[in-house]
């Protein structure tokens, strides 16, 4: 499927959206912090949220809001995560939806709260209602809200897909604090498609699973993670249930879009400069192929070789062996940029100059067989670079 | 018990070792890269060797003959690990043991082999041979043995401790890709207390999870991490078992050290320019103390913000909510050098400055407390520096 990466949470018909600086967020982009989306017919709603068990109050709101019943719109704030902030964050977080239920003109039950950044502030709530009052939605305002929910990313992240006739739109931001578990740091995602409500949340976290939970930036899980699937049926046609026609379809659409929007945050990784896919085929069975990709993910010393174009591939050796998972080393085989260097248990005659010019590219992967079963995995990183750690030794509380 | 710095493992009695410079250590300190270390009298052996599955030769050569019968002997390279290099690897480790019994006049069972370095390189026979042939070693050799064993280490490691009338010396390197599972990056330990084994090596596996397996500087573990402690009994005196009177002595010693050269280890960690203690109390259980301070010495983020002095401790709270240890959150504490930062799931009122101006010391301690129950450990990390990414983007295959 085409991704359309100038599509956003509006390409979708019947959503609106839009975003203003209200004066929280003091780095990044400081154009825009608080953005809202909102559906105008009522919504299915799927949703997974970070399993850190220290979270964001705005994950405590949504998760009983969600439970209690439908949804339909979401307010996001960005500069402050509004989390380990204790009762007077979970206080501070339904005001705030309180106030965007009033600017939208619908219930505040049917408003949900994401908000992202420094942990361990309370939320300027003079600030927050203002920046709320002056907030305008509109159909083109896709766009802005990605830009909005942006703290240390460097760009906005946005892209819709079509399948049949129905359109699926998304938004994502995340750039460290990358680790996601169940959930990654902030995806909305919007479709016109009429979808049943256990389907769309089976089919969410299916996915969810097979694209952001595989994506790590920095091995650190944040506690205000959120995937919000909005589903309004505005274009109509027969409900999608687990069994339609156009069931695959749109799981197809789902997994495309995740997977744009996680490799795109990969991409943009604090510091990062080149995006790093890892597939890891041959294990005994995909849980043990999708905890050595996470593994993979996170290693400084790789990390760090892949920023200087090294073929070390020891390092990716070293991280097998210590990893536990089933390996028949007769048969392990290691490949970077398609060039085997390790097989047989020694190393290959590969030319290192050769593979070092192939990893200066902005795109570095990283094949590994195991040879000791059917599964396989595809997960996403990036290299390790001094820019991260001026990122985040001056990134301040 | 008293640290003495200058301190070796030749302060034993009846322990020699020496080392020469072969040509194989193309980085660091280039002077010496081939070392020995004896006991005059024949020993009883402990060890402990890394968890990671695809190992250094070495470490096969080594459990083989630890297995068969006794051994009193030790030959090091630093500059190539001899791991990730199949059969030819364990005819290389075997040969160079062989010849470094030779030269010492005792036979190769005797003998065993550690190696340090870069993965997936053959060991260049000819210059171990050369190396092997012409080093010597003398009773002061212990210091010159320390500085052979370095890689990417910055300085030597030394130390010993008296208990009684022994004296129980050592040194260890490791300055990258550690994250010891069972063992460190090489730990030579020597005493000349007669030791029963059985003894010896329960001790010394005890004290290995509560020091060496306490500290990670980047969360990689090595193939080739060893500790091997040699006790010779040249100091005479009733052979030391688990019920003799000084028993518990032997083990403050041990502990006393292997917590020294720990702590030394992450100090020096690759481009580290502080020591973090990590100590966790209140935890439900020791094995969740212990995988919560595990956890924390490997935080990116964490890392980074102690690098730039930034009492951040929403990071660690993100890092103890991501844990999956128990924990009771209204009890949940944080300190940062002695400066309570966090309690009751709400941020206190401390001063930033204050807290951010002690971080800037060489020595940072983050004391967490977890409300759970009666459990607690202590682990050492470091910061995460610019200079880590640039000494492993450079550090070539």
């Given at each position: 499927?085409?991704v359309?990466?100038?599509?956003?949470?509006?390409s979708?018909?019947?959503f609106?959206?839009?975003?203003?600086y209200?004066?929280m967020?003091?780095?990044?982009d400081?154009?825009?912090?608080?953005?809202?989306?909102?559906?105008?017919?009522?919504?299915t709603?799927?949703?997974?949220?970070?399993?850190?068990?220290l979270?964001s109050?705005?994950?405590?709101?949504d998760r009983?809001?969600?439970?209690?019943?439908?949804?339909?719109?979401?307010?996001?704030?960005?500069g402050?995560?509004?989390?380990?902030?204790?009762?007077?964050?979970?206080?501070?977080?339904e005001?705030?939806?309180e106030?965007?239920?009033?600017?939208?003109?619908?219930?505040?039950?049917?408003?949900?709260?994401?908000?992202?950044?420094v942990i361990?502030?309370?939320?300027?709530?003079?600030?927050?209602a203002?920046?709320?009052?002056?907030?305008?939605?509109?159909?083109?305002?896709?766009?802005?809200?990605?830009?909005?929910?942006?703290?240390?990313?460097?760009?906005?992240k946005?892209?819709?897909?079509?399948?049949?006739?129905?359109?699926l739109?998304?938004?994502c931001?995340?750039?460290?604090?990358?680790?996601?578990?169940m959930?990654?740091?902030?995806?909305?995602l919007t479709?016109?498609?009429?979808?049943?409500?256990?389907?769309l949340?089976?089919?969410l976290?299916?996915?969810?699973?097979?694209?952001?939970?595989?994506?790590?930036?920095?091995?650190?899980?944040?506690?205000?993670d959120?995937?919000?699937l909005f589903?309004?049926g505005?274009a109509?046609?027969?409900?999608?249930?687990?069994?339609?026609?156009?069931?695959?379809?749109?799981?197809?659409?789902?997994?495309?879009?995740?997977?744009y929007?996680?490799?795109e945050?990969?991409r943009?990784?604090?510091?990062?400069?080149?995006?790093?896919?890892?597939?890891?085929?041959?294990a005994a069975?995909?849980?043990?192929?999708?905890?050595?990709?996470?593994?993979l993910?996170?290693?400084?010393?790789?990390?760090s070789?892949?920023?200087?174009?090294?073929?070390?591939?020891?390092?990716?050796?070293?991280?097998?062996?210590?990893?536990?998972?089933?390996?028949?080393e007769?048969?392990v085989s290691v490949?970077?940029?398609?060039?085997?260097?390790?097989?047989?248990?020694?190393?290959?005659?590969?030319?290192p100059?050769e593979?070092?010019?192939?990893?200066?590219?902005?795109t570095?992967?990283?094949d590994i067989?195991?040879?000791?079963?059917?599964?396989s995995?595809?997960?996403?990183?990036?290299d390790?670079?001094?820019e991260?750690?001026?990122?985040n030794?001056?990134?301040?509380?």
């Amino acid at each position: 499927m085409e991704v359309d990466r100038s599509g956003s949470v509006t390409s979708a018909q019947g959503f609106v959206a839009g975003a203003v600086y209200a004066g929280m967020k003091t780095y990044g982009d400081g154009k825009l912090d608080v953005a809202l989306l909102a559906s105008h017919q009522p919504c299915t709603v799927a949703a997974t949220f970070t399993q850190n068990r220290l979270h964001s109050a705005s994950v405590d709101i949504d998760r009983a809001k969600l439970a209690a019943g439908p949804v339909r719109a979401v307010v996001v704030n960005a500069g402050i995560a509004n989390s380990s902030t204790g009762a007077r964050g979970i206080v501070d977080g339904e005001r705030a939806a309180e106030l965007a239920g009033a600017r939208l003109g619908i219930p505040a039950s049917e408003v949900l709260i994401c908000s992202t950044g420094v942990i361990g502030h309370f939320l300027p709530m003079d600030k927050m209602a203002a920046g709320i009052a002056a907030v305008g939605v509109h159909v083109g305002g896709g766009p802005e809200f990605a830009r909005a929910i942006m703290t240390t990313d460097t760009r906005p992240k946005h892209a819709a897909v079509r399948f049949g006739s129905y359109t699926l739109g998304g938004c994502c931001k995340g750039s460290g604090m990358i680790h996601p578990n169940m959930a990654t740091m902030l995806a909305f995602l919007t479709t016109d498609a009429p979808i049943e409500r256990g389907f769309l949340q089976t089919t969410l976290s299916d996915v969810v699973e097979r694209t952001f939970n595989l994506l790590s930036i920095d091995g650190d899980t944040s506690p205000s993670d959120t995937v919000l699937l909005f589903a309004n049926g505005a274009a109509d046609g027969e409900t999608i249930v687990a069994t339609s026609p156009n069931a695959v379809e749109f799981a197809e659409a789902l997994e495309t879009l995740c997977t744009y929007l996680a490799k795109e945050m990969a991409r943009d990784g604090e510091g990062a400069t080149k995006l790093v896919e890892f597939r890891v085929s041959g294990a005994a069975n995909l849980i043990e192929a999708r905890s050595l990709v996470r593994l993979l993910t996170t290693s400084y010393l790789l990390k760090s070789a892949i920023h200087g174009a090294d073929p070390n591939w020891g390092r990716i050796v070293a991280v097998i062996g210590r990893s536990g998972v089933t390996v028949s080393e007769p048969d392990v085989s290691v490949a970077i940029c398609g060039v085997r260097v390790f097989e047989h248990e020694e190393p290959t005659a590969f030319d290192p100059g050769e593979v070092a010019t192939a990893m200066q590219g902005d795109t570095v992967v990283i094949d590994i067989d195991l040879g000791a079963g059917p599964a396989s995995a595809t997960g996403w990183g990036c290299d390790l670079s001094a820019e991260y750690v001026s990122i985040n030794a001056d990134y301040h509380t």
